[in-house]
């Protein structure tokens, strides 16, 4: 790739690169730009080799290996792609998208593209078992499949986003593989010989990748941790940190730095910053809280309030760049787990210095507000301060001397907050913000560290009047940013898609209602829309609904406002202890006090980073919660609970448990024997022949079947399935819906209707010998013949349906007239046959003994008109005898043979050498069956009562 051309040969060629001065400025000898590298590719029409692309330019000896690798960036970018013979070539001229691999916990997964344009592509599962979640690969789509997505195929791997897994190992026949905890990698890895690490069959480990996967061999991997057992105490919170890839632990460096932190208020510290000691403030806290970052306090001034709220002042020791900055950037923020935090700083700060806890010094930063007495805010500074909390106190205690009174010294101050709430929250209802009732929960736990209850906490007001304050003080913090036209991150929250706006709108007009603001509503009207529905059974369901269409609230330099609070500008100011984001609004407001430019780097990329460790923080706190109550559900398999639909999907539905606050999935599979249908806009799921419907919110009761601890989830099993139908409302689902046991009930108004002649019963068939029960096994052949078994009665859900089914009228109509044959042995028509089929005359001459059939067993009667005619030929003189004159022929014959034993040879040897003919009416006349004999399946010769002869069948076409 060498180049050995001389500087005094350069060519004008690298100096027509139309970003030499960009590149200039960062490097003393700046290469071609990655953009003129790619407009000479494409301009050249063809694949090159990287020696050509250097010769062109040309690169010289000393810049090989930069060159070489920026060419490597470009390709793990995705700009360009290096095939098999060593040739770069452009990736849009081969129809490549980078994306970045998303997988399913199903097997499947999608390529995301990397830049935004354009819907995911569908990877299956054979392409998934190249690549692992978050890896970035070249894609070159394809087709589509059955449900119209596209089809990708990967045809490089640009990066690798694993190194290590936390996974669970296994032993199987002296081989060892791991199965990661991350259902989004659902390939089984090989452990290499040796590398088990001591570790036991089923214990928790995490490894280290040795060889990724491809198209034709697994993933290799070692042990380089033994975690232990699956459900030790705490092992939820161990796989979660390493499963979500938490930085849990902190560098050296960072530990040093904490621990040389001094723990009290120096007079240095303390120069230059306004004395708020004497200030009677306090902080309000959860019973639980350890670490304290905000105080307040409010006097009255004039007819409005003085406000002040005063946070604790982290920038002071943690500087930009320092050991404690990088830890607490790469964490972003604290993660709450039931019964520990991974803190964004050491607790040396977190709890210690930083920490405004009761009767010690503590640096803070403080907004100080003048706010009028109809809750608006007039004016407002911030300014470095020191102070001295004079209480601790919690919600339950500041609502208690609020709401029942009591004696305490600082009950007047709070006294004061509270009116001050008041004129706030007045103030947040006229701006219109949205205010849902939801309902937060807390786990109690024993001494093993497992769930013994799971309790709602109860807001009060002593809640929102902190929120409040710091609301209040947060917009003061984006306004005085946004004024002195400072970059900083701004907290987002934009409003609904038109996608989601759509849906939500569709879902509301089944409901009855309207979402106000045509396509670009206001908060203000969500807001009503949420006061309108409040009092309706339903307005868990809409709440939820109005919730969804709204987007993800994110952090960004550019401000686009608030639509949840309804905020021109907001941002995070109030709690830098847990919080990165606040950490930098602290610096960039004394940046501005002090006159000064705040620059941490690429503010886009900051906001990037933070929003997804705040993503990644609730999913893994998330997921420990998940197991804990699966774990916690395990002793209450086959007990009955009620609850509400809380989400509905295509594979089934999510119930929430009404006392123990625990979701649980009832596959669809598990609501009843029908093909179940999901209806997007209707958030239900409805089956196609019952009409069940299962909608959000709806009330049900549930039966717990399984609590999985591999999967953290738990299986319910419908205990009343019977929902609304069609456009029966929901209502009549939960109180008149048809259930699971309702069929004593349908048998009930069965018996009454009969009762009261309103209902014909199937008639019952004679009584018969159980030697004849294999006689009766033929007629099955011929439906028209078939007797009736009045035990089997239609289900009840048909008969709910309608009493006219047609299903049903077949079989009444046949049990109307069992015996309507009576007349056929007075008038025997045999001869009439003859005239008209003289083959029949034949068969019957032949076999005499007919009449003993006849007289013993009415079987034979039914088994010709199974059309299987007997083996031999008989004569035709025997059927013109009346059957009262044949009938004494043959008595010691009949008795000593009886019928079933003679007429069930014949009938299973008819088969094999009948004639195709089939002449089951004329036999059914030379051997008529007494009229009290007759059987129900002799409905069909009923003709022959009115005198006419049967007319002769068809060969073509046999009646049925």
């Not at 009343?720 to 689902?733: A, F, I, T």
């Amino acid at each position: 790739m060498a180049s050995n051309r001389k500087n005094s040969n350069k060519t004008a060629l690298r100096l027509q690169d139309p970003f030499l001065s960009r590149e200039k400025t960062k490097y003393d000898n700046p290469l071609p730009s990655r953009e003129f590298i790619l407009e000479l590719l494409e301009k050249n029409g063809v694949p090159m080799h990287a020696e050509e692309l250097a010769a062109a330019f040309p690169i010289y000896e000393h810049e090989l290996d930069l060159f070489e690798r920026r060419l490597r960036a470009m390709e793990r970018a995705g700009q360009i792609l290096i095939n098999r013979k060593g040739e770069l070539c452009v990736a849009e001229k081969l129809d490549l998208v980078a994306c970045r691999i998303s997988g399913h916990r199903d097997g499947y997964g999608f390529a995301v593209r990397e830049s935004g344009e354009g819907d995911d592509i569908y990877l299956s599962e054979r392409e998934m078992h190249k690549v692992m979640h978050g890896d970035r690969v070249m894609v070159r789509p394809g087709g589509t499949d059955r449900r119209g997505r596209t089809e990708g195929r990967i045809v490089e791997v640009l990066e690798r986003a694993t190194t290590r897994l936390i996974a669970r190992i296994y032993s199987e026949r002296g081989v060892w593989y791991a199965v990661s905890e991350d259902r989004r990698v659902r390939q089984e890895m090989l452990v290499e010989a040796g590398g088990d690490g001591g570790a036991k069959h089923g214990q928790v480990v995490m490894v280290d990748i040795v060889d990724y996967p491809d198209a034709h061999r697994q993933a290799i991997v070692k042990v380089s941790e033994v975690l232990g057992d699956y459900a030790d105490p705490g092992m939820e919170i161990e796989i979660a940190l390493r499963k979500h890839d938490l930085p849990h632990v902190f560098s050296d460096e960072a530990v040093a730095q904490a621990v040389a932190t001094s723990q009290k208020v120096g007079k240095k510290d303390i120069k230059g910053r306004v004395d708020l000691r004497d200030l009677p403030l306090v902080t309000i806290d959860g019973e639980t809280a350890r670490d304290f970052d905000d105080a307040v306090y409010a006097e009255k001034s004039g007819k409005g309030f003085r406000l002040i709220v005063a946070i604790a002042d982290v920038s002071h020791y943690v500087r930009p760049g320092d050991a404690l900055d990088v830890d607490a950037r790469t964490r972003s923020t604290s993660v709450y787990f039931p019964r520990r935090v991974i803190p964004m700083l050491p607790e040396e700060l977190s709890n210690g210095i930083c920490s405004l806890n009761p009767d010690v010094d503590r640096l803070c930063m403080v907004c100080d507000m003048q706010v009028s007495a109809r809750g608006k805010v007039k004016k407002y500074q911030f300014y470095p301060a020191v102070m001295r909390s004079q209480n601790r106190f919690t919600y339950t205690q500041v609502w208690q001397l609020l709401s029942e009174g009591g004696e305490h010294k600082l009950r007047p101050q709070l006294e004061t907050l509270y009116a001050l709430y008041q004129q706030l929250l007045a103030q947040r209802h006229k701006r219109g913000a949205v205010d849902f009732d939801t309902i937060e929960t807390q786990m109690l736990f024993n001494e093993q560290g497992k769930i013994d209850k799971i309790v709602p906490v109860v807001r009060n007001d002593a809640h929102r009047l902190i929120e409040e304050c710091m609301l209040a003080a947060n917009v003061c913090a984006a306004e005085f940013i946004q004024k002195h036209a400072h970059k900083c991150l701004f907290r987002v929250h934009e409003g609904p898609t038109p996608e989601k706006l759509e849906n939500l709108r569709r879902f509301l007009n089944v409901s009855g209602l309207t979402l106000g603001g045509g396509d670009k509503p206001t908060t203000k009207d969500y807001a009503e829309l949420a006061e309108r529905v409040r009092e309706r059974p339903d307005a868990s369901m809409i709440q939820t609904m109005l919730l969804r269409s709204m987007q993800q609230a994110v952090y960004q330099p550019e401000n686009l406002g608030h639509f949840g609070l309804s905020y021109e500008a907001y941002t995070h100011f109030t709690s830098p202890i847990r919080r990165y984001p606040d950490l930098l609004v602290h610096r960039t407001i004394k940046a501005i006090l002090a006159d000064k430019k705040y620059k941490p780097g690429k503010w886009e990329a900051i906001g990037e980073h933070c929003s997804m460790a705040e993503r990644r923080a609730d999913d893994a706190s998330r997921d420990v919660q998940s197991w804990l109550k699966t774990y916690y559900m395990r002793d209450k398999v086959g007990e009955v609970y009620t609850g509400k639909i809380s989400a509905v999907a295509g594979f089934g539905i999510f119930v929430l448990l009404d006392e123990l606050y625990v979701e649980g999935l009832i596959h669809i599979s598990e609501l009843g024997k029908d093909y179940f249908h999901f209806h997007k806009d209707l958030q239900a799921i409805i089956g196609e022949k019952s009409g069940l419907r299962y909608q959000l919110g709806d009330a049900v009761t549930v039966k717990v079947m399984r609590a999985d601890l591999e999967t953290a989830q738990v299986d319910f099993a419908l205990v009343d399935v019977g929902r609304s139908k069609g456009d029966g409302g929901r209502d009549g689902g939960r109180d008149g819906g048809r259930d699971h046991d309702r069929g004593s009930r349908h048998q009930k108004n069965r018996r009454d209707k009969r009762r009261q002649g309103g209902f014909e019963p199937p008639q019952k068939a004679p009584a018969k010998p159980a030697a004849e029960v294999s006689v009766k096994l033929v007629p099955a052949v011929l439906p028209v013949a078939s007797e009736p078994a009045p035990a089997a009665k239609p289900s009840s859900r048909k008969r709910h349906r309608g009493k006219g089914n047609a299903a049903n009228k077949p079989v009444e109509a046949a049990a109307a007239k069992p015996v309507e044959t009576k007349p056929v042995a007075a008038k025997p028509v045999a001869p009439k046959q003859v005239e008209t089929k003289p083959v029949e005359l034949k068969q019957v001459e032949t076999k005499p003994v007919a009449p003993k059939q006849v007289e013993t067993k009415p079987a034979v009667a039914e088994a010709p008109v199974t059309a299987k005619p007997p083996r031999a030929p008989r004569k035709a003189a025997a059927a013109k005898a009346p059957a009262s004159q044949a009938e004494p022929a043959q008595p010691q014959q009949a008795a000593s043979q009886p019928a079933p034993q003679t007429a069930a040879p014949a009938a299973d040897a008819a088969p094999a050498k009948a004639p195709r003919r089939r002449k089951p009416a004329a036999t059914a006349v030379a051997n008529p069956a007494p009229a009290s004999e007759a059987p129900a399946s002799a409905a069909p010769a009923a003709p022959a009562a009115d005198g006419a002869a049967p007319k002769p069948r068809s060969r073509r076409s046999p009646r049925r």
